[in-house]
């Protein structure tokens, strides 16, 4: 296999599983392994995907956890919001963002997550979650989007302010059709 090939294919399993922590499975590090073997440089390839991030991003970044991100402990979530404002006053260059669905996650009892980033004309929503909660599912009821089960996405077309009120609204009617489901 050419080296390019093998490079591309590594940095796609790479970002597509962020950084083998998601949509893993035992045929992806055999995988890793044939792309390791054909000369990938992994430390490089992930330095240069991984790191390497404008100031502005990284103070982005601690905006983002340190001002918008809320905890809804009720529903082990959390979620941040970013404002085409605060995206713009931060220079935002699209990829930016890449990774901040994630951060949350890092929490103790947090395993459903969600960013939105307000763009022109709509929201963009990024959904990710680490036990059995479907964000599949979930966006495509209420975000108009899709994904895989653990890494999903979408759109919403409400005002920036109402964001909060409908995620949370959104959660509880899930976990209520969850409950219900138990139930029977």
Same mark, same amino acid.
């Given at each position: 296999?050419?080296?390019?090939?093998?490079?591309?294919?590594?940095?796609?399993?790479?970002?597509?599983?962020?950084?083998?922590?998601?949509?893993?499975?035992?045929?992806?590090?055999?995988?890793?392994?044939?792309?390791?073997?054909?000369?990938?440089?992994?430390?490089?390839?992930?330095?240069?995907?991984?790191?390497?991030?404008?100031?502005?991003?990284?103070?982005?970044?601690?905006?983002?956890?340190? *001002?918008?991100?809320?905890?809804?402990?009720?529903?082990?979530?959390?979620?941040?919001?970013?404002?085409?404002?605060?995206?713009?006053?931060?220079?935002?260059?699209?990829?930016?963002?890449?990774?901040?669905? *994630?951060?949350?996650?890092?929490?103790?009892?947090?395993?459903?997550?969600?960013?939105?980033?307000?763009?022109?004309?709509?929201?963009?929503?990024?959904?990710?979650?680490?036990?059995?909660?479907?964000? *599949?599912?979930?966006?495509?009821?209420?975000?108009?989007?899709?994904?895989?089960?653990?890494?999903?996405?979408?759109?919403?077309?409400?005002?920036?302010?109402?964001?909060?009120?409908?995620?949370?609204?959104?959660?509880?009617?899930?976990?209520?059709?969850?409950?219900?489901?138990?139930?029977?």
């Amino acid at each position: 296999m050419p080296y390019i090939v093998a490079k591309s294919l590594y940095v796609g399993m790479m970002t597509d599983t962020n950084n083998f922590s998601n949509s893993v499975h035992s045929s992806t590090f055999r995988m890793a392994y044939d792309l390791l073997e054909a000369g990938v440089d992994k430390e490089t390839l992930q330095l240069k995907v991984f790191g390497g991030f404008s100031e502005e991003r990284m103070r982005l970044m601690g905006h983002a956890l340190l *001002n918008k991100m809320i905890i809804l402990k009720e529903y082990g979530a959390g979620f941040i919001i970013l404002t085409k404002e605060e995206l713009d006053q931060f220079g935002y260059c699209e990829g930016d963002t890449e990774g901040f669905v *994630n951060m949350p996650l890092n929490i103790k009892g947090i395993t459903i997550s969600a960013l939105f980033s307000e763009k022109e004309d709509y929201i963009r929503v990024s959904l990710r979650s680490s036990d059995d909660f479907s964000v *599949n599912k979930f966006s495509k009821k209420y975000f108009n989007g899709a994904g895989h089960e653990r890494a999903a996405g979408g759109k919403l077309y409400i005002p920036v302010g109402e964001v909060p009120q409908y995620f949370e609204k959104s959660l509880k009617a899930m976990f209520d059709k969850q409950k219900r489901a138990q139930d029977l």
